[in-house]
């Protein structure tokens, strides 16, 4: 028997920072019931830009995630399901949980990590996803305690090698993260492991974060040698196993390895009508929507929008949290009534970056002025605590960064039965 559709005037697909801060956003209109759906395929949010701090135990994994249903309470009905298909003809979206027909889609399903080319694919670790940065804690804290402990490890050079690839902000903000964290747990670790840390960043082009200023680049580049970090630039992988990577001609021994190179979107995301870049993003026009479909609008990193004034827009956090709320107004204009002549094209404010380079620095530009050092790591940490909208989300994540100097990291707490520490228990 074929399920009869569910039917809500506005469905949002996406309860990420495009979607949330659209229904943060709705008008009144929008929040009556049976009015607008939240789908989304988990009941937790993981807060993305963070999970690197989780990866070096800086943060508790709970700290980052916040539930989705209290976001609706008032304004929208949640439905947890996966998005899987969509028909824009007759307005039907195909989810886990059946058929949905709206009047208004708003895509908002966020991206996926680029993967490795197929036959490296195995000898990588992905980076993207709250499970990703646990995994990769857990890899770091057996590379630390194994070769610290009797066993010394498999013996192999690179026992304590973390290569990452990737010099894009996610690569950068990693490998500085792990360089401190190898500092740290040298300082608490009576036993000197068998060999020393190494953290070597890979970026295929000339520069860290191409996207950016150069200011960004040269920051980067100073703070990670500082921190002991390689970078090598125009430095492709050619090979990897299970010991190590060849990359720019020359193979170096390395027992972790992480790819966190782009962007890719999924076949949700690479189906929907028009033009798509070559990661998947699909072309979206002035008013955030499918040229040939405009009531399905395609935000955050799903959508590729060319602003007048900036140019392409990157996939980034900063990016979504404008369009969400942009979306909500031009839905209520259309709701009134509003002709496309009427309604005012997305406006992108651009406030600036941050980067983070370890918990003591970071480099940043906002509202036309580039600083680095401390200060740039406040205003990293005061947006993000502004972005986590909930009290018992700020409150953690503050309690985790001021704690963490007293109560150690988290995940990297117990040493190999019979290895010599000084570890806080
Ligand atoms: C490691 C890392 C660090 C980053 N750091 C920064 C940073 O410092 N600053 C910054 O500005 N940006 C940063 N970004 C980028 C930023 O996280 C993304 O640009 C942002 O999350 C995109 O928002 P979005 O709303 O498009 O998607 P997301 O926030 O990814 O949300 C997508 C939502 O859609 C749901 N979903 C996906 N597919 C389906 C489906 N088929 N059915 C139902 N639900 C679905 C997901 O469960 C999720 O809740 C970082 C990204 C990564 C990976």
């Known amino acids: 028997m074929t399920q009869a559709p569910r039917k809500a005037h506005v469905v949002v697909v996406g309860a990420g920072f495009a979607g949330a801060s659209l229904v943060r956003n709705l008008p009144s209109t929008l929040r009556r019931r049976g009015q607008t759906l939240l789908v989304d395929r988990q009941e937790e949010y993981p807060f993305i830009p963070l999970i690197h701090e989780v990866a070096v135990g800086r943060l508790h994994p709970e700290s980052t995630l916040s539930p989705i249903a209290p976001l609706c309470r008032g304004r929208c009905d949640f439905l947890k399901a996966e998005a899987q298909d969509l028909d824009p003809v007759s307005k039907t979206l195909y989810t886990s949980a059946g058929p949905i027909?709206?009047?208004?889609?708003?895509?908002?399903?966020?991206?996926?990590?680029?993967?490795?080319?197929?036959?490296l694919e195995e000898h990588f670790r992905l980076f993207w996803t709250l499970e990703d940065a646990l995994r990769l804690r857990s890899d770091l804290n057996t590379a630390w305690r194994t070769t610290t402990g009797p066993s010394r490890g498999t013996g192999q050079p690179g026992d304590l090698t973390v290569a990452v690839v990737g010099g894009g902000a996610t690569g950068v903000e990693l490998a500085a993260e792990i360089a401190v964290l190898f500092?740290?747990?040298?300082?608490?670790?009576?036993?000197k492991p068998r060999e020393a840390p190494r953290i070597v960043l890979l970026e295929a082009s000339d520069r860290l974060m191409g996207w950016l200023d150069p200011y960004f680049h040269e920051v980067a580049m100073e703070e990670l040698s500082r921190l002991g970090v390689e970078v090598r630039l125009n430095s492709t992988v050619e090979d990897a196993g299970e010991s190590g990577i060849r990359a720019g001609g020359e193979w170096f021994p390395a027992?972790?390895?992480?790819?966190?190179?782009?962007?890719?979107?999924?076949?949700?995301?690479?189906?929907?009508?028009?033009?798509?870049?070559?990661?998947?993003?699909?072309?979206?026009?002035?008013?955030?929507?499918?040229?040939?479909?405009?009531?399905?609008?395609?935000?955050?990193?799903?959508?590729?929008?060319?602003?007048?004034?900036?140019?392409?827009?990157?996939?980034?956090a900063s990016v979504a949290v404008q369009q969400g709320p942009w979306a909500a107004r031009d839905l209520d204009r259309r709701l009134r009534g509003a002709s496309s002549e009427?309604?005012?094209?997305?406006?992108f404010f651009d406030r600036g970056y941050v980067v983070s380079l370890g918990p003591e620095s970071a480099v940043a530009e906002a509202v036309g002025a580039k600083f680095r050092g401390p200060a740039a790591q406040a205003l990293y940490?005061?947006?993000?605590?502004?972005?986590?909208?909930?009290?018992?989300?700020?409150?953690?994540?503050?309690?985790?960064?001021?704690?963490?100097?007293?109560?150690?990291?988290?995940?990297?707490?117990?040493?190999?039965?019979?290895?010599?520490?000084?570890?806080?228990?």
């Open 255 to 316: 027992c972790t390895r992480v790819w966190a190179a782009g962007i890719d979107l999924p076949p949700l995301i690479r189906s929907l009508p028009g033009d798509h870049d070559p990661s998947g993003r699909v072309r979206v026009d002035a008013h955030l929507s499918l040229p040939d479909h405009p009531e399905v609008y395609v935000l955050g990193d799903a959508g590729l929008y060319e602003d007048p004034r900036h140019g392409q827009l990157p996939p980034t």
């Open 183 to 191: 500092q740290y747990l040298k300082k608490r670790t009576a036993g």
């Open 101 to 119: 027909s709206y009047e208004y889609l708003v895509m908002a399903a966020g991206s996926r990590a680029s993967r490795p080319p197929e036959a």
């Open 342 to 347: 009427d309604r005012p094209p997305f406006d």
């Open 381 to 425: 940490r005061s947006i993000f605590l502004y972005y986590l909208k909930d009290r018992r989300h700020r409150f953690l994540t503050g309690a985790d960064w001021a704690m963490e100097r007293t109560i150690g990291r988290l995940g990297f707490g117990t040493p190999e039965p019979g290895a010599a520490s000084v570890e806080k228990s």
